[in-house]
């Protein structure tokens, strides 16, 4: 089995459940959306003091990003590089978001919800919530799957 085929049964998996999609664009935009709230949701959560000794940035938003990163490195080194510039953004965000005027928390929570709607919107044609419950267990896979499908379009290897 090529080194492709067993890194991307996962995406493959994923894009299996996400060939018929009602609205693709609309999907799309709402997997950030979801990213986002996720990751700023967990940023805004209480730490213990011990995260505070090793950084003032760790929380459990830097916390998963920093899991989420090393997951990508497991599975494919080039969706890792790809996703790097991804997840920087997303936790400039949240400094940006944590710096702002605005409640980080409300922010968050609203990414979240209108992210869980529009990915409802866009999965329209499928009967159910399955779909919806799979997307937000999976939320760190979605990106990876919108950079894969880049990534075959330039024919770069992953």
């Known amino acids: 089995m090529s080194e492709e085929a067993e890194n991307d049964g996962w995406l493959e998996r994923y894009a299996e459940s996400h060939r018929n999609l009602t609205y693709p664009w609309l999907y799309r935009v709402a997997i950030l959306m979801v990213v986002l709230g996720v990751v700023g949701a967990l940023w805004t959560l209480p730490v213990p003091l011990q995260f505070y000794e090793i950084s003032p940035l760790l929380n459990w938003g830097s916390a998963f990003l920093m899991a989420t990163a090393i997951y990508y490195f497991i599975i494919s080194l080039s969706i890792a590089i790809g996703m790097l510039p991804f997840l920087i953004g997303v936790a400039a965000s949240q400094l940006w978001l944590e710096q ?44 990876a799957w919108m950079l894969s499908i880049i990534y075959r379009r330039l024919g770069i290897p992953f």
């Open 100 to 143: 702002s005027d605005y409640s980080a928390t409300r922010v968050s929570i609203g990414f979240l919800v209108a992210g869980t709607i529009a990915l409802w919107l866009g999965h329209r044609s499928k009967p159910g919530l399955k779909p919806l419950f799979d997307d937000l267990m999976l939320t760190m896979i979605g990106p």
